[in-house]
């Protein structure tokens, strides 16, 4: 690691002081991307905010038709939670299946949708629940949020404070692991709302998470494995590594769908 | 340089570290603790599991600073009074570990799960449990045996849980 | 049995420190005034090296030193080492390539050494390293195990075809005779894939100089220290043998990797001359990937003959082996002498020929990784076995049985005698604990769920307890493979045996112990099992080849002999009676036909004190040695029964179930020797399933952390069904084969032999990735697409 300065503010507008004062700044949520990466010295950031001693970043609230989730908070928590469990079940599963017990003790769905890893699960989540980004300045829909590899829709110094997620009616997460890394392979997220089925997809695609409308179609129509017979994502689109090639990877988009939609049906 | 102050195997320790210091290294290097090991550089292998304020983690990403102000156990404080700890009699008695490298991690890991899935641990939760410690001597077959028979017994010793 | 002697499981000695964090592993040790050694590696796979400046490194916060291979060479330091010879087929000596500790004008793979750094802290000599300027002229690389030969880029100038070796053995005339007259002739093309044998502790180095001795003090993650002292001094010239302390305490594993000399202690001893300070030096993982010994990387053509009966007749095999792009300490006798002799596997083939090719390419270097040779020998012929059973329609058991050797001592056509096995005993054990007979039940099931099952055998065969000396110096050998043990009885009647063996997970300080206590009659926590430390143990040969066992414990039964014999006579003296009616039974020794008898302590006790005998009749003190050296390898042999389950639609592989019924020979604790069979069949399940280095087609290693080299994980495997058998064998004083490696043998065929009866074709190489074993699905289905 480079040597940078640490700082540990009790509130997000300190934070965002603190962001503001430094040209070269990171924030610090969960640290299971930023610290290894700090470690093999692809990052160096001059100085370090970390989030975790703020209170408020943390907590998760049922109010009406909607879950919100406080940035700081750990996957583990988000898993266990009996608040989720009962009301986006498909989103507690999600939390259990990120890493292992000891990133699920440290890493926070702040941290994973603002860093927006193309094979990290929560954006998935966030896509297909129709989810809202809260941030120190404004809300912003998930569909406006992810913007690519790596990308979001955050600005210089701009904190998550919450994710808040409408209920579905039913919802599933199937994931296929990078056998190594444990990352998604291929991760689909489907979720049946009032006002149609959305259905998005990580891991998979060479530009991030991505929905596919051909599926949302016909699963709005028909929620049910065999609508999606004949429905295929594009393998041009789709990323390719030693793991997966992209034919591969288009493959089990499918294979992953009917599995979500499979296991959504069979919560009632 | 940043002072620290934490509780590390019930004993109040206080430091002046560099904001890089991992805390696997303040064990490690400040303290001596060096039953605590380092065996990758990716958040994965889990030799360096230790527990942080009751839960566990993988001190190899988590700075020293980070856990100011908590309570950190390791390898080396949970025996209690000379006693092995179950779980540490467990990887002993069902030869759990072969050259020892991994095991203060699989052990830390161990008592977590029991922890949070309970004394009657079926084979396929270890094994999925076991997830973020790599093991590249035993094949796991017995460790998987030891973390069964280890949850076990903490049920018997509800003294060492609660020392935490 | 007693309840601590041979046959016992004895739960370990050693885990009471391991459990509770004492282990002592290189990294924990810290010496006084102590600095951090940190290397400067090649970003490029292949490079000239036009200037290195180190100048703004040097002047850098904390930085002591900075070195490079002009330093070593102003020193006289030598290169490092490959100790084993090979002849090529015309009688030319192997084209070995210069090996220097620090880069000397070039680099050849990602991860050369190019420059080392010492500072006051690790982060301080990281921080240094990024200040050294190389000036770097890029070459084209060559990275492709099969293409090296024939590629237009050249790794040393001592080889203009990178070819370092074209080796063979066997009989060509007669083999070519038996493939025409054969009824049918069955051939396979194999890819054995390259790994890297990730011991969960990183190779560590901690070198310090004493000034007022002239003396080092080299700790080091090996597992034989006295033979890297040996080379430290003899061939690299780092400090005279008798100046230089070689200690190897807990070892964190080591699956061969900790065998070899490498560049970085080297320089760690070197160093702290250089510094007048203690150098530390540990490995991360990355650099772990990049610069340990690699294993394995073979490409191979081979073809099996059989006739009319059923009876294989011939094996003809040609390797293309990568050895990285230096020669590592064995890496020669890998694909030679470790490989080839193992291809008659469990068979009476009367006619073998085997080419081996090794090359030099842009990679790391490759060396011996559990099992060394002996894996790749039996890829080959238990993909060929199996191949050739599905083409001649016949029940792979039943095929294997058909063509097992019987009759003992059997001579191989390709060196080995093999000196007692019954293969067919663990085929039938093997059978039954695997419940064959209702596979076609389980695979109808499986079908039910949309799912395909399939079964692999692997009749394995190994040649261990390697190795007597006389016979690998004839096969080219550097060293002797000897072993040593010294027995020191002390006064109190408890025991330190010295032994040349070394442990890094394999329980010596139990089982040989175990031994003492069987033979001694003493309690096994009046033994103390010493080891690693070249001050303290006389000599050793260290531990690979399962030999600790056959070899090691052979050594400490042979000094185990002469000081009950030395105890006889302090016996004869103290009890009045003639040597010749002294019996050592049960920890006593008795006058034979009488009541009266000394215990063990009593004897060591007179022993000490020698009151009762004259200093010219006997010398006193109970301590014997001696060197043990085989008088012939062991062959550990057995079955591996694999049954998979894959879910076509991802191409997951499940290994539903194992069965492991292994003939070791004699068993001192089958506690420890399953661990080893399990840890083996882990080894050998991730190289078949999970595990494969990828170098792209510039030189970078694409699986260069635990991110993308997949590793073996609890939720991988099953858990394991392991039967013995025993053979007794009759070419070491304990009947003791050796079982460190079994497992990594016997495995990967398994698991593709299953793998491949599932799909109902041949075409899946490893690792069998999901996307490996989907596409292999799907080609699986097109036949039955195209109908």
């Known amino acids: 690691m480079y040597a940078f300065d640490y700082h540990r503010p009790t509130s997000v507008k300190e934070a965002a002081n603190l962001a503001g004062q430094s040209e070269e700044a990171k924030f610090l949520a969960g640290g299971h991307t930023l610290l290894p990466t700090m470690k093999l010295r692809l990052a160096g950031p001059a100085s370090l905010i970390d989030l975790g001693q703020i209170a408020e970043l943390r907590g998760i609230q049922r109010s009406g038709d909607a879950i919100t989730i406080g940035a700081m908070t750990k996957h583990a928590e988000v898993a266990s939670s009996a608040d989720i469990r009962a009301a986006i079940p498909a989103l507690a599963e999600l939390a259990e299946l990120i890493g292992d017990p000891h990133v699920r003790n440290r890493g926070t769905i702040g941290g994973s949708v603002a860093n927006n890893d193309p094979s990290a699960d929560y954006p998935a989540a966030c896509l297909a629940l129709d989810a809202a980004i809260v941030t120190d300045k404004r809300r912003i829909a998930a569909d406006d949020f992810f913007q690519g590899i790596f990308t979001t829709a955050l600005d210089e110094g701009e904190i998550i404070t919450q994710i808040s997620f409408p209920i579905p009616a039913q919802a599933a997460y199937a994931k296929f692991r990078n056998p190594a890394s444990r990352y998604a392979l291929v991760g689909v997220f489907v979720a049946k709302h009032a006002g149609g089925v959305r259905v998005a997809v990580t891991g998979a695609g060479s530009n991030g998470v991505f929905r596919v409308p051909e599926m949302e179609e016909a699963l709005s129509r028909n929620f049910a494995p065999e609508a999606l017979d004949g429905i295929a994502v594009a393998e041009d689109e789709m990323n390719s590594d030693i793991h997966a090639d992209a034919a591969y990877r288009a493959h089990l988009v499918g294979v992953m769908a009917r599995r979500a939609v499979e296991a959504a049906a069979a919560r009632d | ?157 509800p003294l060492q849980q609660a020392a935490e | 049995m007693t309840a601590t002697g041979i046959g016992a499981p004895v739960r370990r000695k050693e885990d009471q420190r391991f459990v509770t964090g004492q282990g002592r592993y290189v990294d924990d040790f810290n010496r006084p005034g102590q600095t951090y050694a940190y290397f400067l590696r090649s970003p490029h796979a292949h490079a000239k090296i036009r200037s290195i400046d180190t100048g703004p490194a040097t002047i850098m916060p904390g930085v002591v030193a900075v070195f490079t291979g002009d330093d070593l060479a102003s020193d006289k330091i030598g290169g490092l080492i490959c100790g084993w010879m090979i002849h090529s087929k015309d009688g030319s000596p192997m084209k070995a390539g210069p090996h220097p500790a620090l880069a000397q004008g070039k680099v050849r793979y990602v991860g050369d050494h190019v420059a080392v750094v010492i500072a006051e802290s690790l982060a301080q000599a990281k921080d240094a390293a990024e200040a050294i300027v190389v000036d770097y002229e890029v070459l084209p690389a060559v990275v492709d195990t099969a293409e090296a030969a024939k590629a237009s880029v050249q790794v040393h100038d001592v080889s203009p075809d990178n070819t370092v070796f074209n080796w063979h053995l066997g009989n060509r005339e007669e083999t070519e005779a038996a493939f025409a007259r054969a009824r049918h002739v069955t051939k396979i093309d194999l890819v054995n894939n390259r790994l890297v044998p990730n011991p969960i502790e990183p190779r560590a180095a901690l070198g310090e100089y004493d000034p007022g001795t002239d003396a080092y003090t080299l700790y080091t993650t090996s597992q034989n220290p006295h033979v890297a002292r040996l080379v430290l001094s003899a061939f690299i010239g780092v400090a005279p043998e008798h100046k230089l302390r070689v200690i190897a305490p807990d070892v964190g594993g080591g699956f061969g990797s900790k065998i070899f000399i490498y560049a970085e202690e080297t320089v760690c001893v070197w160093a702290a001359k250089k510094v007048k300070r203690p150098v530390k030096w540990t490995s991360d993982r990355t650099e772990a990937f990049l610069a340990d010994a690699h294993g394995r990387d073979h490409v191979t053509h081979a073809e099996m003959a059989t006739d009319e009966n059923g009876k294989i007749i011939g094996l003809r095999v040609h390797t293309v082996a990568n050895l990285g792009a230096y020669l590592s300490t064995f890496s020669s006798s890998v694909p030679t002498y ?204 260290g531990t690979y080849g399962s030999r600790s066992g056959a070899v090691g414990m052979s050594a400490i039964a042979k000094a185990l002999d002469k000081v009950i014999a030395k105890g006889k006579k302090v016996a004869a003296h103290v009890l009045e009676a003639s040597e010749g009616d002294i019996e050592f039974k049960d920890g006593k020794f008795g006058v034979a036909g009488t009541d009266r008898a000394l215990g063990f302590g009593e004897v060591a006790l007179q022993a000490y004190i020698a009151h009762k005998f004259s200093g010219q009749d006997l010398e006193p003190g109970l301590k014997e040695g001696a060197f043990y050296d085989p008088t012939n390898f062991t062959f550990p042999a057995g079955v591996h029964i694999c049954e998979v389950e894959i879910d076509p639609d991802t191409g997951v592989t499940r290994i539903d179930r194992w069965t492991a019924v292994d003939d070791f020979g004699v068993i001192i604790n089958p506690m420890i020797v399953e661990g080893q069979v399990h840890g083996g069949i882990a080894q050998g399940v991730g190289q078949a399933l999970l595990e494969g280095a990828v170098y792209d087609q510039s030189g970078q290693l694409v699986t260069a952390s635990f991110n993308d080299y997949c590793m073996p994980r609890a939720i991988d495997l099953p858990s394991f069904q392991v039967g013995m058998t025993v053979t007794p064998c009759p070419s070491n004083p304990l009947g003791i084969k050796g079982c460190g490696e079994a497992g990594a043998i016997a495995a990967p065929p398994a698991v593709i032999n299953a793998i491949t009866d599932a799909l109902g074709h041949e075409d899946v190489a490893m690792p069998a990735t999901p996307q490996a074993v989907w596409r292999a699905a799907q080609k699986a289905r097109m036949p039955m697409a195209a109908e």
């Not at chain 2, 830390?108 to 641990?121: C, F, P, Q, W």
């Not at chain 3, 007597?468 to 110096?473: E, L, M, R, Y």
């Not at chain 3, 890094?504 to 089982?511: C, D, P, R, V």
């Not at chain 3, 099992?529 to 006389?538: F, L, P, S």
């Open chain 2, 1 to 157: 340089m940043t002072t620290v102050s934490l509780t590390v195997n019930g004993q109040s320790v206080t430091a002046d570290v560099d904001s890089r210091t991992l805390l696997v290294q303040f064990l490690r290097d400040t303290l001596r603790l060096t039953g605590t090991h380092v065996g990758c550089d990716t958040s994965q292998c889990g030799a360096c599991v230790v527990h942080l304020n009751g839960q566990a983690v993988k001190a190899c990403t988590v700075l020293a600073v980070q856990a100011d102000a908590s309570v950190v156990t390791t390898i080396e404080g949970i025996a209690q009074g000379g006693e092995l700890h179950p779980m540490q009699a467990a990887f002993r008695e069902h030869h759990g570990l072969q050259c020892g490298y991994c095991t203060p991690g699989m052990i830390m890991s161990a008592i977590d799960i029991v922890n949070r899935k309970g004394n009657a641990l079926d084979e396929q939760t270890i094994r999925a449990e076991l997830e973020g410690n790599l093991c590249r001597c035993t094949g796991y077959h017995n460790i998987v045996k030891a973390v069964a028979a280890g949850a076990q017994a903490m049920a018997q010793a």
């Open chain 3, 338 to 541: 470790l490989y080839a002799p193992l291809l008659s596997g469990q068979y009476d083939i009367p006619a073998i020929y085997c080419e081996v090719d090794a090359v030099y390419t842009n990679t790391a270097p490759v060396d011996a990784y559990r099992g060394a040779g002996r894996p790749e020998a039996t890829f080959v012929v238990e993909r060929l076995v199996e191949k050739t059973a599905r083409e001649l329609g016949q029940d792979p058991a039943e095929f294997r049985r058909r063509n097992y050797i019987t009759q003992f001592p059997h001579q191989t056509p390709v060196i080995m005698t093999y000196d007692t096995g019954d293969y067919a005993a663990s085929l039938d054990k093997a059978l039954e604990l695997a419940d064959y007979r209702n596979f076609q039940q389980r695979k109808q099931d499986s079908a039910r769920r949309g799912k395909l099952r399939g079964i692999g055998f692997s009749s394995y065969i190994e040649a261990c307890g390697i190795a007597p000396s006389q016979a690998v110096g004839s096969l080219g050998a550097g060293v002797g493979l000897w072993e040593s043990a010294e027995v020191r009885v002390n006064p109190t009647g408890s025991v330190e045996v010295l032994t040349g063996s070394h442990s890094h997970g394999q329980g010596h300080e139990t089982t040989f112990a175990q031994l003492v206590s069987d033979r001694l009659g003493i309690p096994i926590d009046q033994i103390s099992i010493v080891h690693g430390d070249t001050d303290k143990v006389q000599f050793g040969m």
